[in-house]
């Protein structure tokens, strides 16, 4: 059964850090697809961040373009969101998700998800 075990959310102010985590299990970690989208109250869910374990291929939103860094750890099965520089506009529920392919993700359509864990911002 695959796993997907979110942690690292919280409240911060504008301007702020905030780094999430996402322990991965009863999958091949090392050759995957694994990352983040959001969803804000009222809107759809978007994409933000997605990075290939085996090659480390990154993606990432406009929105979010050099102020977010994901990073994977194999050893551990774990992926990382480092969030600087956050904005109000960045508040929303962030879900861990993972797929074999790279495909998946960019698509919006990958085969497992996380719970989600809340990131709010104040202005």
């Known amino acids: 059964e695959v796993q997907l075990v979110e942690s690292g959310g919280g409240l911060v102010q504008a301007g702020g850090s905030l780094r999430l985590s996402c322990a991965a299990s009863g999958f091949t970690f090392d050759d995957c697809a694994i990352g983040w989208f959001r969803q804000a109250p009222g809107k759809e869910r978007e994409g933000v961040s997605f990075i290939t374990t085996k090659d480390s291929r990154t993606y990432y939103a406009d929105s979010v373009m050099g102020r977010f860094t994901i990073s994977s750890d194999n050893a551990k099965n774990t992926v990382y969101l480092q969030m600087n520089s956050l904005k109000p506009e960045d508040t929303a529920v962030y879900y861990c998700?993972?797929?074999?392919?790279?495909?998946?993700?960019?698509?919006?359509?990958?085969?497992?998800w996380g719970q989600g864990t809340q990131v709010t911002v104040s202005s």
């Open positions: 998700s993972l797929d074999n392919r790279l495909y998946g993700l960019v698509s919006g359509t990958p085969d497992y």
